[in-house]
Structure formats: C-alpha cells, structure tokens
C-alpha cells in the first residue's frame, strides 16, 4: 500500500465553524506533513511532524492547529479561518529523518473553501 | 540557504515531440532531487528522484533526469509525450542531514498539444 489518504475532498465552511482535515497513511512512515497550496503556486508547507511529535511550524496562524493521533494518522483543525485561507490542503508522508529515503508522498488533498 | 529555480513557467510542446523542463538547483551541501507532477485538481505524484549514485535517473511514464553537479541543474525530459502528459510539474530539493523540508520550484506548465 503506497497510498495517503485524505477526507474530505471538498470542504466549504464559514469564517466562524470549526472543522477538521483528515489523512492516514499505511506505509509505516514516521514523518507527516501538512501543506498549503494556492492556484498556480507550488506547495508551502505548515507543519512536519517527526515520530509524531511536532518538529516543524513554519510560523503558521492558530486558527489552524495539527495533530498526530498515531503514527498513522494525522489531523489537521480549522477554526475562525478568513476567506484567504481558501486552498488545496494537501498531507504528506515520508520515511523519516535518517531512513535514507527522503521522497513525500502526498495525498490527492483536500479542496478548502471559506466564505 | 537552498533555492530551486524552474527556468520556464510554460512549456507548450506538440504530441509525440521531446520535451525538456529545465530545473537548477542552489545548495552548499549534498543534495536529494525529485520531480513531482500535478494533474488538474489532484496531489503530487514522484515521478522520479536522485539520491546518490547514476546521475541519469529513470522514473514513471517514460521521463528521465540528468543530475548534473557542475552546472547545478536536475532537468527533465521525455523523448515524446503525449496528451496525457499535461500537467503541472514541480521541481523539489532536500539535503541530506535535513530532509524534513522539501524546496520546492515554482512549477513549468507543461501544455502538450494534437
């Protein structure tokens, strides 16, 4: 199984509801990622986290805030976002830092719309 | 600090022609290269990476990349594409030591026409 998973695919909400990206993975990867992808633009990324724990934000407003249940799975919660944070979320997953095996595999994203 | 620049924002190419997205790189370290591709509303796929080793890498759907130390540059070719083949394609780097953090490229349209 090389495959990342995300849900849901489409998401609309409002600047004042809260809600949650999904993504799992079944490749026994340690390192996840969570990316920020605006039309035409290569990905930004937000969040990295190393054997589950937090290692990077790249300096990454709170209304967006990750979490890492397992190994496996990796969330990311929305709350009181503005219209520009309307992007393609897209979660990553690698082996992980010393592996030797440095390639991401992402997942088909989560199209995310704020009115 | 590690940088990568795609050189063409677009490349408009006609069927079963060869086409060549050009990619350079800036680091003071060893470096790891990948090509990702992006079709329409989708995630990124690897198509292909150099590590270490063989400087000509072979990857999925026909294309291939020179990692070339001298001139810094990691570019991608294809003997002929097809229509299929157009997408949104994305230059990365890491480094060993660090690879936690994918550089990406801006992106070269690749638009393959009949």
């Known amino acids: 199984d090389t495959e990342v998973t995300q849900t849901p695919k489409h998401l609309v909400m409002g600047m004042t509801n809260k809600k949650s990206l999904k993504c799992e993975q079944h490749m026994g990867h340690r390192a996840m990622y969570w990316y920020k992808q605006k039309a035409k633009k290569p990905p930004e990324l937000m969040f990295v986290?190393?054997?589950?724990?937090?290692?990077i934000n790249e300096s990454v407003p709170s209304r967006f805030s990750p979490e890492c249940p397992n190994s496996s799975l990796l969330n990311l919660h929305l709350h009181a976002l503005q219209p520009e944070d309307s992007a393609l979320y897209l979660c990553?997953?690698?082996?992980?830092?010393?592996?030797?095996?440095?390639?991401?595999?992402f997942g088909p994203g989560t199209r995310l719309t704020v009115l | 600090a590690q940088s990568v620049t795609q050189l063409d924002s677009q490349v408009p190419v006609f069927e079963e022609a060869p086409v060549e997205l050009r990619c350079n790189y800036s680091?003071?370290?060893?470096?790891?290269l990948f090509w990702y591709v992006q079709y329409p509303n989708q995630g990124l796929q690897l198509l292909l990476k150099y590590l270490s080793g063989s400087t000509l890498v072979k990857g999925i759907n026909g294309f291939e990349a020179e990692f070339n130390k001298s001139q810094t540059s990691f570019h991608l070719r294809k003997p002929s594409v097809h229509i299929s083949d157009t997408a949104e394609y994305f230059c990365a780097s890491t480094f060993s030591g660090g690879y936690n953090k994918l550089i990406f490229g801006a992106g070269t349209r690749l638009a393959v026409h009949p």
């Open positions: 680091s003071s370290v060893s470096v790891y």
């Open positions: 986290y190393s054997y589950e724990k937090l290692s």
């Open positions: 990553a997953s690698s082996q992980g830092s010393g592996s030797g095996r440095p390639e991401q595999f």
